[in-house]
């Protein structure tokens, strides 16, 4: 087994579930060999520059005229749910940071964050290759979000314990697949070319996703104890990327309006999880386990009456985002 580096947490006295924790991962990295390799075989290597091409002698003028005009009609609340994904995405230092510091980044981890991070880039780059293109945001609003976000750093809660860190991954890969998903859809009819891009990345997040739930399925079978503690930390709710751009919970009601992604999607990816993991039918816990796997299945239920409690308390509102010109957005 080899030995793999502890996170140093300066001025903490050594912490031994942590070590123990360590060793697990290092016990399965043949399995996640396998499962890099599923990973890469079942993948697509899309550039941004094959669907918007970008040099001398492939940019057809007409089309990129037709393009334009096509995203002239793309709705407000379509434009604002693109921001926030593009601002997400566009925060993958602090996540190629955070996967570095929690599962360290002179072992073998390192090789998948470093083909996660390449993967990733690329969402951030063709989003906004696409709003450039087409004209469709204030670029320079955007520009100026994107650098305070990334300036302000993310330090969410998940950090200094590798078992939360493929909890919170596992969840946020879904939520993202379902956020660009569903930004094209609500799009679609006016504009397929968005339609088609969001798919692509979605279909990216949704390998990521296999690949951290089967990582965090193999933890289960290793150390279900610890990993339901984990788990139990993380799952009742997570902060999702980007929760540190200004007025963020402006966007994120936005986005819960328009249909693109809610706490009801958040409940669903909840349960999909409770059967892939079969979290129900894990027996022989100890206390601590026990606990926490109660802690884990009583969710959904406070999920249903959170997303209960939005919706009755949901009236028509205006919104404002300089990044959509300024413009007064009125919705339901
Ligand atoms: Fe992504
Ligand atoms: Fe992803």
Known sequence: MAALPLPIHRGQAPDHSLESKYEVLADFEPVVKELMEKHESKRELWFPSDILPADEGTVNEKELKELRDRARGIPDSVRVALALNIVTEEGLPHFHRLIAENLGSRNFWNR????WTAEEDRHGNILRDYVRDTRLLNFRELEHIQFNYIRS?????????????????????????????????????????????????????ARHYA????????????????????????????????????????????????????????????????????????????????????????????????????????????FRFEVVFGRVLEMA
């Open 211 to 318: 690949f951290y739930m089967n990582v965090f399925k193999e933890i289960l079978e290793r150390d279900p104890n610890q990993a339901l503690v984990a788990a139990a930390a993380i799952l009742p709710s997570i902060d999702m990327p980007g929760i540190s751009v200004a007025n963020f919970n402006e966007y994120a009601d936005v986005v819960r309006r328009s249909g693109i992604y809610g706490p009801r999607d958040y409940k669903r990816i909840i349960e999909a999880l409770f059967q892939s993991w079969k979290i129900e039918m894990l027996t022989s816990l100890n206390e601590l386990g026990r606990k926490a796997q109660e802690k884990i299945l009583a969710i959904p239920q406070r999920l249903e009456k959170v997303a209960e409690y939005v919706e009755s308390r949901s009236t028509a509102k205006s």
């Open 153 to 205: 750093g993310f330090n969410p809660q998940w950090t200094g314990d590798p078992y939360k860190i493929f909890v919170y991954t596992t969840c946020q890969e879904k939520a993202t697949q379902i956020s660009h998903v569903n930004t094209g859809k609500v799009a679609a009819d006016q504009e397929p070319l968005l339609n088609f891009i969001t798919q692509k990345v979605s279909q990216d997040e």
């Open 112 to 115: 998948w964050n470093n083909l």
